[in-house]
């Protein structure tokens, strides 16, 4: 029987799961006083721990054992996306790069934006699921929503937006180099207007292309994450 896994981001500062995850271990899991658990932090460790006490809705955590240590890699992914109507689609995408592991996704509003909110909290829902389920030992940061200027203003690391044209400009793979902090732009179902890609290249975003088929948003998301993993694998 697999081991039962929760996020607890504070699992060394305080001997108790949150209220959220408390209720999944004994309303739906059902786990008992004894048992063993793990424990995310989110933050590049796994530990291994047992229930110690049943306290109303609380449950309570007996001393850590470190199981699992990852170190920050060579890398890191960041993905600017402008959110589509349909939210459901969003969390996927969070749900999905979850999986293969990113470290932040940020939404923000471009002219031609189907969504000018967002709800952040079902997404970092969505992100901690994900976590728990691959087994990844870091959680992605989860912001919003904000305009297309702070993005574009932003500084530092390799800076690269998706972008739509004929004939199209060199592709991720080509475009980006090894072991970078990449931010990585993908624009509305609309593309981006003329004046924002300028504004991009002005403020030294680099273009690049996923290929001759024109993608949804959260695909395109996806695919920036899963080709940057496979550029770094070696």
Known sequence: MSIAV???????????????????????????????????????????????ALEGKKVAFGPLEVVESEPAPAYSIHLYVAPTKQMERMEWMVEKCGEFGIHGIHFFASKNSER???????????????????KNLYLPEITGLHTFKEIADKEGGEKLFAFISNPPVSVLMKTAAKNKEYHVIVGPEGDFTPEESDILSKNNWKPFSLGKSILRTETAGIAVCLGLHILNAD
């Not at 079902?122 to 976590?131: F, M, N, P, V, W």
């Open 6 to 52: 929760f996020y607890a981001p504070n699992a060394k500062d305080s001997s108790y799961l949150s209220e959220e995850e408390s209720f999944h271990a004994i309303r739906v899991l059902r786990l008992r006083v004894g048992e063993t658990i793990h424990l995310l932090d989110g933050r590049g460790s796994k530990f291994s721990t047992n229930i110690a």
């Open 116 to 134: 000018k909110e967002i709800k952040l909290q079902r997404l970092e829902k969505t992100a901690i699921s994900a976590l728990k389920q691959s």
